[in-house]
């Protein structure tokens, strides 16, 4: 039952920055948002794991971005996003906003992920 949508992505020069939000629908009353995390992929590759964050502000970083990119959450707001900085052109891809929940009818553990949104960095 939740969705997820993305924003922030765009064009940005190599060494710049850009910053994604992913928002996710509901309120505390009909889901739970557990672990939540930016995913990338690029035509013909595999979908990898960017960041992942626990619900307490635990991060997880695939080594390529690490020191570059920061990844945070507000519970309250039911949001999480991911701070990149000093972009380089391997960095262009589409990411996807990822979710471990429980929602209605019966609170089952779900797995959710967002349309994505593409990220474009020049040389």
């Avoid at 928002?23 to 930016?38: E, F, K």
């Avoid at 971005?65 to 999480?80: E, L, P, Q, W, Y």
Wanted: proline share 4%.
């Amino acid at each position: 039952q939740v969705q997820l949508v993305e924003s922030g992505g765009g064009l940005a020069q190599s060494g710049g920055s850009l910053r994604l939000s992913c928002v996710a629908s509901g309120t505390s009353s009909n889901s739970r948002l557990y672990v939540m995390g930016w995913y990338r992929q690029t035509p013909g590759s595999d979908r990898e794991l960017v960041a992942s964050i626990t619900p307490s502000g635990s991060p997880t970083y695939t080594n390529s971005v690490k020191g570059r990119f920061t990844i945070s959450r507000d519970n309250a707001k039911r949001t999480i996003s991911l701070q990149m900085d000093r972009l380089e052109p391997e960095d262009t891809a589409v990411y996807y906003c990822h979710a471990e929940t429980q929602s209605e009818p019966y609170f089952q553990y779900v797995e959710t992920w967002g349309r994505g949104t593409q990220v474009t960095v020049s040389s």
